[in-house]
């Protein structure tokens, strides 16, 4: 089965490229940038794009930010940098994701600047955007980087997380080539925690170890039938159809197939993920969001491609029970009322039953445990996450930390921005402990 990888919004021509940033103020006092998780340079790229300079233009962005053919794609720009354009007050905001995609795709070919490895070794865990960010950082002040890495390729939840017509892969293989030509090394196949502990690696000589594993263990309903045969995780489903577009799974591993009915419950992001990739290999898909469509946490860009692409998004519907024998049959539900305090109430004497042949839970992440049951020393909260001061340094010594891993499933330019902050922390860690 070929799922359909075509993006739903292709980016800018030159044409429209150069229209849209010749309507930049270039603000003396820019809310864009404030609004932006890494304070990057919009109004200077945008400038340099302007006059067709684009290597100023990615010059101006890397020094706030690693990925941005990533960034321009997936970042929830309406809620960052373009919320705060002056011309969104009274019009409509520059499209600065889509100025920021076109830029880097122009300067594709650019690569940064390779620095002799002085300052000590350092070993990264994890290959998403914190880990990524940590290790050019690091590399460009002069460390030998190694990042490790459990898949096959490295990319984290950039290559394996996010539908294709998302984030086309060939686009993050061709970021994570300038950060190998960098000078970082990856080491693949091999899970911290499982492969080597975590103590193997200061044992190997790494002077300071970064964790970004993000967050990729889904929680659970807690409902009857949550264990059916057809119920499965969200992550799992993206990751596995991911795989098969890697040419890592066969045709028949995929976890959708065409013609089936499929629920999504969850309003975020990855709900919406899940279902348009499930609609896009050909099922019938409906979300479940327990408020609002209003209160859905998943953009609104999002929520109207889905149903753009024939994604029912049904709001105020909570699921009370998964029914079935062995496999998933169906969804008993029932509406939902936000009351004037915030709390929700359920209304189970107005219950229904969807029939449904795939059941799909995306209701948040927490982080793994394989690192923290196999070390000592690390301290964690309620969820999982890991317990952080304000350097970044975990309660033990000389292991960091940033992304999801600590703060819970966010957007990728948070864990990047977060990511780059801490390299600098590390930095200065391991310059007092020279």
Do not use: W
């Not at 620095?115 to 950082?137: D, N, R």
């Not at 975020?268 to 609609?279: I, L, Y």
């Not at 229904?352 to 445990?369: E, H, M, N, T």
Request: charged share 25%; net charge negative.
């Amino acid at each position: 089965m070929q799922e359909n990888n075509l993006e739903f919004e292709p980016g800018f021509t030159k044409e429209e490229a150069l229209a849209e940033a010749a309507r930049c103020l270039q603000c003396k006092k820019p809310g864009c940038r404030k609004g932006c998780p890494v304070y990057n340079a919009i109004p200077q790229f945008i400038k340099a794009l302007r006059e067709e300079n684009y290597a100023t233009g990615l010059d101006a962005i890397y020094r706030h930010s690693y990925l941005p053919a990533v960034c321009g794609r997936v970042c929830p720009q309406e809620m960052q940098c373009e919320a705060g354009c002056v011309l969104g007050r009274k019009g409509k905001a520059i499209r600065i994701g889509k100025l920021e995609q076109y830029i880097a795709e122009q300067g594709k070919d650019i690569e940064f600047a390779k620095v002799v490895s002085t300052m000590g070794s350092v070993a990264v865990i994890g290959s998403g955007p914190a880990g990524l960010a940590v290790a050019v950082q690091l590399a460009q002040l002069g460390y030998s980087v190694t990042v490790f890495e459990g898949e096959s390729e490295p990319g984290g939840v950039l290559l394996y997380g996010i539908p294709e017509y998302r984030l086309p892969k060939e686009v993050v293989r061709r970021e994570i080539e300038k950060i190998k030509n960098l000078g970082v090394e990856f080491r693949l196949n091999t899970l911290i925690g499982v492969d080597l502990l975590l103590d193997d690696l200061f044992k190997e000589g790494y002077q300071a170890i970064f964790i970004g594993t993000g967050a990729g263990l889904p929680r659970k309903l807690n409902i009857p039938g949550e264990d059916l045969t057809g119920v499965m995780s969200a992550i799992f489903v993206l990751q596995t159809i991911n795989l098969y577009n890697l040419g890592q799974l066969p045709d028949n591993e995929l976890p959708t197939k065409k013609g089936e009915k499929v629920v999504v419950i969850g309003a975020g992001n990855v709900a919406m993920d899940a279902a348009r990739t499930s609609s896009r290999l050909g099922a019938e898909v409906t979300v479940l969001a327990r408020r609002g469509a209003d209160q859905m946490t998943a953009r609104g860009k999002e929520q109207d491609e889905a149903i753009a692409e024939g994604v029912m998004i049904r709001p105020c519907t909570a699921p009370l029970e998964i029914l079935g024998v062995d496999q998933v049959t169906g969804v008993k539900c029932a509406p939902t009322e936000v009351m004037d305090d915030g709390h929700l109430r359920i209304k189970e004497e107005e219950s229904f039953v969807l029939s449904v042949d795939k059941v799909y839970i995306a209701i948040g992440q927490r982080p793994f445990a394989r690192i923290v049951s196999t070390s000592e020393g690390f301290r964690v909260d309620k969820d999982g996450l890991l317990l952080s001061d304000e350097h970044g340094m975990t309660t033990r010594e000389g292991v960091f930390a940033a992304g999801d891993v600590v703060h819970g499933p966010a957007t990728v330019v948070k864990a990047m921005g977060e990511g780059r902050r801490i390299a600098i922390e590390m930095h200065a860690y391991l310059l007092r402990n020279r």
